[in-house]
């Protein structure tokens, strides 16, 4: 199977096409069923880990939720204020004082450089 660390894989509901997620080449394959040839290979970041259908589009975009969690300040804009709110909670656990929970994006009790991480992709997001 092309890529590289497959994991999810599923046939489309006609049969004709074969999908294909792969972690850690980020992209998703579509592959014709009938002679397994690639017809398409769609370039993604974060590893994707499985694949779901669904009958309307889906329109890719900001997650305007992630831009919003990011805008600390609420001012519509994610940027340098939102910025030294966040450096100021840096550090801080669920168990510590000065933990503030707007600030662990990635919900683990920690304001480390994973929320950092999450933050950094928001920077100079707008939120409305």
Do not use: C, H
Not at 42 to 69: C, E, H, K
Request: hydrophobic residues 40%.
């Amino acid at each position: 199977m092309p890529g590289q660390n497959t994991r999810g894989i599923a046939v489309g509901a006609d049969g004709a096409w074969v999908y294909v997620a792969n972690q850690d080449s980020d992209d998703l394959l579509a592959i014709d069923a009938a002679t397994g040839r690639i017809i398409r290979t769609v370039r993604l970041s974060q590893g994707p880990r499985d694949i779901a259908f669904r009958n309307r589009p889906i329109y890719a975009g900001p997650d305007p939720g992630a831009v919003a969690a990011a805008d600390f300040d609420g001012d519509g804009f994610v940027g340098l204020p939102d910025f030294f709110q966040f450096a100021a909670a840096f550090g801080a656990s669920a168990d510590q004082p000065g933990y503030d929970s707007r600030f662990d994006l990635n919900r683990d009790n920690q304001i480390g450089f994973p929320d950092f991480f999450l933050f950094a992709e928001q920077f100079g997001k707008r939120s409305r």
